[in-house]
């Protein structure tokens, strides 16, 4: 009871402090997706109806995964070290695991508003369908969102100052985004290239993702991707708690 | 179970630390200090800035770790992971310089520490107690900093721990947010809480103290109550006065040491100032002596921070 109160306040402080009364991370998180959805579906597209809208919507969400671990939780914890804010949560009895779960959750409420939002803009402009399995598509996400969430606390363990994990943050998030086919697709490139880039866990979530969700296709055919995930989160969790520092 | 140093020593010894040493680097932060603290009592250590003094209070709360030497906080090693967790909801710790939340409220912050320690939410009485009434929905952003510091220091004492660290607590705050620090830490003393606070204003060591350790360069040069660091290192009262025709006679003389520079004669004496500076005007009044000018000085901590350490405690360049 006392771990659950505490996790369900600092959830809740999370999205008011963090979200709710900050115009700035509101318009980055909820607008901006969909900004960039319209962009790119005009730019790579002769107009509604063609496939890229299609592959837009979940590459958009699952880029929105990445950034989600890589700055939402990675650069957070950097900011929160360096103003000391870890430092004084840590002399509290709260456990770091209740902490980290009211991260996690508070990144997956916003996810799971910001995928809201573009499925519904998706399908009202550009008619894209959502046609898989809802569990699927849930565990899918939910996995991913662990992946990145976990690798990104590795940069708020490892960077000194906020402004070095925003660094580190936007040297991975940009050019990942573009070369996990979450916005254009990799088959473009070169066999040998696309294929190097299909080992990457960005591109082997958002393809699983996509294929999931707007194809319909079968989790079970991802088996060995979704091992790759699992994987990455494993060790990526080892990394963050094994160097993780709050002072 | 939690093992125990020495049994005798938890009894009546709220903290006990042994030969501290903290390391960056090259240099020693703190090196090689010994102090103890009986419950129920207030311990400040005096020093100027950087002289380790948060240093020692991080090591006792489990933000530092020692590079060797023992802390021993109630009977608990804050080193040990267990041991801190058990430790952690029976202190308070108010922070150099906390910061909280820019968009947080005065409300929300001590609603979310009280579930922290799993207690019904006092905020109302806490904001109450610091000063802050009528502002529970103020933003952390729109507080001063001398408000935020009254706000941290609600944060450590709303689930009421039996020790506190208060880590320059009056730094950046104005004379009501003083008041306020200066009756809080009075009020939790009676009631017997354990108190370490550190600072480099002498008059907030002298006045809250029981004992005071004066800490230089990573060590302790003097410990003592503020009374007896005076009276042993504070050096004499003086009684000095300018009068035409002045001159002590054999009575006044044996109050002291008399100096004359000019028409100025000065008196040092061990004895009480007070009763000698009567006895020095009613002697020019025999006289029949126009006094000019009269001062009387009585040794403060101030006189002996700097017989003891050999400098100010404000860094004068």
Known sequence: MRLLRMFLVQTKANFVWYFRRDGEMMFWTLAMPVFFLVLFSFA???????????????????????????????????????????????????????????????????????ATILVTVGALVFHVRIIGNP???????????ATFVSLGTIIGALARTT????????????????????????????????????????????????DVSVYGASLTHYGAWIGMLVLWTIAGTVISARTFRWV | MIRREAPDAVADRAIVVTALIKRYGELDAVAGITFSVPRGTVFGLLGRNGAGKTTTLECCIGIGRPTAGSVR????????????SALRPRIGVQLQATSLPEKANVREVLELYAAYYGIASRAAEMAERVGLDGKLDRQIAQM????????????????DPEVLFLDEPTAGMDAFGRRILWGEVERLRDGGKTIVLTTHYIEEAERLSDRICIIQRGRIVAE????????????????????????????????????????????????????????VVTHANALGAKIASLDMHRPTLEDAFIAITGETIEETG
Do not use: C
């Open chain 1, 44 to 114: 790579f597209s002769s107009g509604p109806n063609s496939g890229s809208s299609r592959f837009l919507v979940p590459g958009i969400i699952g880029a929105q995964v990445l950034s989600s671990g890589f700055w939402g939780v990675g650069v957070m914890l950097a900011t929160f070290r360096e103003k000391h804010l870890l430092r004084r949560i840590y002399i509290t009895p709260m456990p770091p695991w209740v902490f980290f779960a009211s991260l996690v959750v508070y990144r997956m409420a916003l996810l799971a508003a910001q």
């Open chain 1, 135 to 145: 569990l699927s598509i849930l565990a899918i996400l939910l996995l991913g969102t």
């Open chain 1, 163 to 210: 402004e070095s994990a925003n660094n580190i943050a936007s040297i991975l998030t940009v050019p990942l985004a573009f070369l996990s086919d979450a916005y254009v697709p990799i088959d473009r490139f070169p066999h040998a290239v696309s294929s190097a880039l299909r080992m990457l866990p960005s591109t082997q979530f958002i393809d699983t993702f996509r």
């Open chain 2, 73 to 84: 906080v109630l009977g608990l090693d804050p080193t040990k992971r267990r041991e801190l």
């Open chain 2, 144 to 159: 001063s900093g001398g408000e935020q510091q009254r706000l941290a220091l609600a944060l450590a004492l709303q689930h």
């Open chain 2, 224 to 279: 003592a109550a503020p009374a007896d660091l005076v009276a042993r290192h504070g050096g004499d009262a003086t009684v000095s006065i300018a009068a035409d025709g002045f001159a002590p006679d054999a009575a006044l003389q044996a109050l002291g040491v008399w100096t004359r520079t000019g028409a100025q004669w000065k008196l040092a004496t061990r004895g009480e100032p007070g009763l000698a500076l009567a006895a």
